[in-house]
């Protein structure tokens, strides 16, 4: 009925209207934005419009993940202090009155001990999260070195995450996990292998194509898939820039093939970190 309600009100819009029959559903179960890039994170007021924008264009997921929030990454262990927690909770309802799911994402590998003392840090940090009002989760392992990059270990621990949290609710999604070979171009050894063969089945793990810019094709999916036994999720390092600060990038969007529905658990971009300019990739997208 929301997204119903979306396509009358784009028809409405219009300076005039001819008869229309109108088939809508998405191709893809879950698609939207990672905040995931290195720069400034958004403002309040900034997600607050994208997640209006996200219900307006039936985007359903927006996955916080920004590399600058200290409670995120560098005190993963630590719980937000209250006036960060409340804008935490006040980004859920929000995200939620516009159906869109606000996915939270820990990011542990540059200090995790591979202990149960950790391991009951992690599931600790994500109940206090559950009291925010966050219902579904994401962990990253992108962009570390050392021992956090074990695959065995971090399967072992999405799937103690989901046995000892997951399931433990009724209300909270499978989780999302981003490995640390994230890419075709940096993958080696057995390490996806470990990833599908030892992590659960449910859990998603995101993918960002070739290389680490790269627009998606079939070609890519079936090697992925196919060494993490389940369809990848797609991180999609687009219009996010970063790595050419001196450019805006909203021109049109073009090169991801338009076949490859089937073979996605998701489809998520990582923006510039300037919100409205990004918009206009991520409409196109």
């Not at 007021?45 to 995120?72: C, T, V, W």
């Not at 300037?274 to 997208?285: C, G, P, R």
Request: hydrophobic share 35%.
């Amino acid at each position: 009925t929301f997204y119903g309600v979306q396509t009358f009100l784009q028809i409405a819009s219009q300076p005039s209207i001819m008869g229309v029959t109108v088939t809508d559903y998405p191709s893809v179960p879950q698609r939207g934005l990672v905040e995931g890039y290195y720069g400034n994170p958004y403002s309040e007021a900034n997600r607050m419009s994208l997640f209006e924008f996200f219900g307006r264009q039936k985007m359903n997921m927006y996955i916080y993940g920004p590399k600058d929030d200290i409670y995120h990454r560098a005190k993963w262990r630590e719980e937000y202090p209250t006036a960060e927690a409340e804008k935490i909770a006040e980004y859920a309802k929000v995200a939620k009155a516009n159906k869109v799911d606000f996915v939270w994402a820990i990011h542990p590998g540059n200090d995790i001990k591979w202990n149960r003392t950790d391991s009951l840090n992690m599931i600790k940090k994500l109940n206090a999260m559950y009291e925010l009002g966050i219902r579904t989760y994401a962990v990253f392992f992108d962009d570390i070195w050392g021992e956090g990059t074990d695959a065995t270990r971090q399967a072992g621990l999405l799937n103690y995450i989901s046995d000892e949290f997951v399931k433990k609710h009724s209300d909270v999604a499978p989780l999302i996990l981003c490995p640390t070979q994230y890419n075709k171009g940096w993958s080696s050894g057995d390490y996806l292998d470990i990833l599908g063969e030892k992590s659960y089945k449910e859990t998603n793990i995101m993918w960002t194509g070739n290389s680490v810019i790269d627009m998606i094709n079939k070609k890519d999916m079936e090697w992925i898939n196919n060494r993490i036994k389940r369809n990848a999720y797609i991180w999609l390092n687009y219009p996010v820039n970063d790595y050419c600060v001196d450019h805006m990038l909203m021109g049109p969007t073009y090169g991801n093939d338009l076949d490859i529905a089937p073979m996605l658990a998701g489809f998520t971009s990582n923006p510039m970190e300037y919100a409205e300019a990004s918009k206009v990739s991520l409409y196109s997208i």
